[in-house]
T-cell receptor
């Protein structure tokens, strides 16, 4: 039981390049999330998916797109990377029980640098 | 949207002392309040959570209190140990099944 798995763990991009961050969970959770963490700013929600087939914007969605590929997988895409997107990206998942929030479980993060 | 403020940003205590971290939130509809611990270079890990129908919850040396009227909640760690040193984040739900996090408190426990 691996929990939440993120790939890659590290990545360096040049400005303007694109890439997709992958996230998969094996806990049969309905909801999945993408956060970014910058120094001194806590975690900020980029996008989330309450259930398979749905996605919603969070606090900082600009410059990102997401795909809920199936119940297990939720990917985050940067179409044209910018230095301001240098950050640590965390994926998380949770079981939603009749709309009642349940604990979120986080992956190990992807450390992304954009030059 | 929801706004969560967390204080203090840094906290240094002697081993064995207690530590208290406080958070306030803005959305009166929020009803779920987790606390996460994050060690350097690691993932955030849930240490305790509380729901709005409960005023206090304890788990060994850790306790959380909630005051819905004042819209604030606090984390209490008693008998602190060096391994408690980490960054702690509070959060509240936004009513959209997502969380808004505070900016974090760096706790340093001096041996």
């Amino acid at each position: 039981n691996a929990g939440v798995t993120q790939t890659p763990k590290f990545q360096v991009l040049k400005t303007g390049q694109s890439m997709t961050l992958q996230c998969a969970q094996d806990m049969n959770h309905n909801s999945m999330y993408w956060y970014r963490q910058d120094p001194g700013m806590g975690l900020r929600l980029i996008y989330y998916s309450a259930s398979e087939g749905t996605t919603d914007k969070g606090e900082v969605p600009n410059g990102y797109n997401v795909s809920r590929l199936n119940k297990r997988e939720f990917s985050l895409r940067l179409e044209s990377a910018a230095p301001s997107q240098t950050s640590v990206y965390f994926c998380a998942s949770s079981a939603q029980d009749r709309g009642i929030n349940q604990p979120q479980h986080f992956g190990d993060g992807t450390r992304l640098s954009i030059l | 949207g929801e706004n969560v403020e967390q204080h203090p940003s840094t906290l240094s205590v002697q081993e064995g002392d207690s530590a208290v971290i406080k958070c306030t939130y803005s959305d009166s509809a929020s009803n779920y309040f987790p606390w996460y611990k994050q060690e350097l270079g690691k993932r955030p890990q849930l240490i305790i959570d509380i729901r709005s129908n409960v005023g206090e919850k304890k788990d060994q040396r850790i306790a959380v209190t909630l005051n819905k009227t004042a819209k604030h909640f606090s984390l209490h760690i008693t008998e602190t140990q060096p391994e408690d040193s980490a960054v702690y984040f509070c959060a509240s739900d936004t009513g959209r099944r997502a969380l808004t996090f505070g900016s974090g408190t760096r706790l340093q426990v001096q041996p």
